[in-house]
């Protein structure tokens, strides 16, 4: 059992959009990520996805409207609801998400962006 540093987690990669795994528990997983621009509109069908902005602000586009999340924030984003998270004017925002094992990072889409597994720092 050791603590973990989430600004020198961050600092150990610099690649947008591909989470990186920092941590298990039971069968959940904690997950940094960078991200930069527009992702790719996708839902999870069985699972619901956990969002804190560590830095900057988050855009999470849905169907009916834009959720804004500033630093220090977090968002849920509820099983089957689709959703295409960015940021905008290049800057690059740095996440905590928590999600299941099973999540699949693009959830029903397959996409260039789409990881199958993700680096462990």
Same mark, same amino acid.
């Given at each position: 059992?050791? =603590? &973990?540093? !989430?600004?020198?987690? #961050?600092?150990?990669?610099?690649?947008?959009?591909?989470? #990186?795994? &920092?941590?298990?528990? $039971? /069968?959940?997983? *904690?997950?940094?990520?960078?991200?930069?621009? @527009?992702?790719?509109?996708?839902?999870?069908? $069985?699972? /619901? @996805? +956990?969002?804190?902005?560590?830095?900057?602000?988050?855009? &999470?586009?849905?169907? /009916?409207?834009?959720? *804004?999340?500033?630093?220090?924030? %977090? &968002?849920?984003?509820?099983?089957?609801?689709?959703?295409?998270?960015?940021?905008?004017?290049?800057?690059?925002? #740095? !996440? !905590?998400?928590?999600?299941?094992?099973?999540?699949?990072? =693009?959830?029903?889409? =397959?996409?260039? +962006?789409?990881? =199958?597994?993700?680096?462990? %720092?």
């Amino acid at each position: 059992m050791n =603590t &973990i540093n !989430l600004t020198n987690k #961050h600092a150990e990669f610099h690649k947008t959009w591909l989470p #990186h795994q &920092i941590a298990v528990v $039971d /069968d959940m997983q *904690v997950l940094l990520a960078k991200m930069q621009g @527009e992702f790719v509109w996708h839902a999870h069908e $069985d699972e /619901d @996805e +956990l969002f804190q902005v560590l830095k900057g602000t988050l855009y &999470i586009k849905f169907r /009916d409207r834009t959720a *804004v999340v500033k630093e220090g924030e %977090i &968002i849920v984003v509820p099983k089957g609801v689709e959703h295409c998270p960015m940021t905008k004017n290049e800057e690059v925002v #740095h !996440l !905590l998400l928590f999600e299941k094992l099973s999540t699949a990072h =693009t959830g029903n889409v =397959t996409h260039e +962006l789409t990881q =199958t597994v993700y680096p462990k %720092i």
